[in-house]
């Protein structure tokens, strides 16, 4: 049986001259880029987007161990395969920072965009760690919503947070449930954490460039990596922009200018 194609949802038209693939963080899912993804392609209807759900994530299910990042690069060679056209850009936020730039010598792409992530390996740490180990208290069904997002908050997760990450319950026979297994997830993290991408920014493919954005607000990726990131190889470029984390959503302006600026013309 071959093996399934991950979950995707075009935003573009018949003026997409080019695609790129857009890779969530954690928890999330391709939808939590879908704003603004089309306000890209209002900006650059040139360039469409394939927001993609990662293995484990949204609607991409039936995926079998390893949970690495070597077996989600086989999953995003596998769905670019299945495109037509082929995505020539990779943009990932966080973990999809990382998986973005681990990607580059198997898909080739002219671009690859880093979000607010680190190529660095390094202990397992913040929230999103501290999610498992919370994942692990909290009871496996819920009566609804509402009651995990009260759950969280107990927990100290803002209402925010608590309420994006409860995106991630199912309806079942008898109550709520999580999409996916904790174990799962932690495989993936945990080979998150002791994964190093360096040499892909002191080696990037020939014609492919990297572009670092740092979000000012953050912490994940420090100031002596993006110093180290902005001298390793001329096709390596490393930016900071005003906003948190969630830089999308925190600095969406900003990110979608310096990103339509950016993107290779079709000129």
Request: net charge negative; hydrophobic share 45%.
């Amino acid at each position: 049986m071959p093996d399934p194609i991950l979950s995707h949802h075009a935003i573009g038209d018949d003026r997409a001259r080019s695609w790129m693939l857009v890779l969530h963080g954690i928890y999330g899912a391709g939808r939590n880029w879908a704003t603004f993804a089309r306000s890209l392609n209002d900006a650059r209807p040139d360039w469409g987007q394939i927001l993609v759900d990662l293995r484990l994530h949204g609607h991409s299910r039936g995926f079998e161990p390893p949970h690495t990042l070597t077996a989600c690069v086989h999953d995003l060679v596998a769905l670019s395969g299945s495109l037509d056209p082929v995505p020539t850009v990779v943009l990932g936020h966080s973990f999809g920072g990382k998986l973005a730039l681990l990607s580059a010598r198997a898909l080739r792409p002219r671009q690859v965009w880093v979000i607010d992530s680190t190529p660095s390996r390094r202990s397992p740490q913040g929230s999103a760690y501290r999610m498992l180990g919370v994942l692990r208290r909290l009871p496996t069904v819920f009566p609804d919503r509402g009651a995990a997002v009260a759950a969280l908050q107990g927990e100290g997760f803002e209402a925010q947070v608590a309420s994006w990450m409860a995106t991630n319950l199912e309806i079942g026979r008898d109550g709520y449930r999580w999409k996916f297994a904790v174990d799962d997830i932690e495989a993936l993290l945990d080979d998150f954490f002791r994964t190093d991408a360096w040499d892909i920014l002191e080696r990037p493919p020939a014609g492919t460039s990297v572009h670092m954005i740092r979000a000012a607000d953050s912490s994940v990726m420090t100031e002596a990596e993006a110093e180290r990131a902005a001298t390793v190889h001329v096709a390596t470029s490393v930016d900071t922009l005003p906003g948190g984390h969630w830089l999308h959503v925190d600095n969406p302006s900003g990110l979608l200018a310096f990103l339509a600026e950016k993107l290779p013309s079709h000129e």
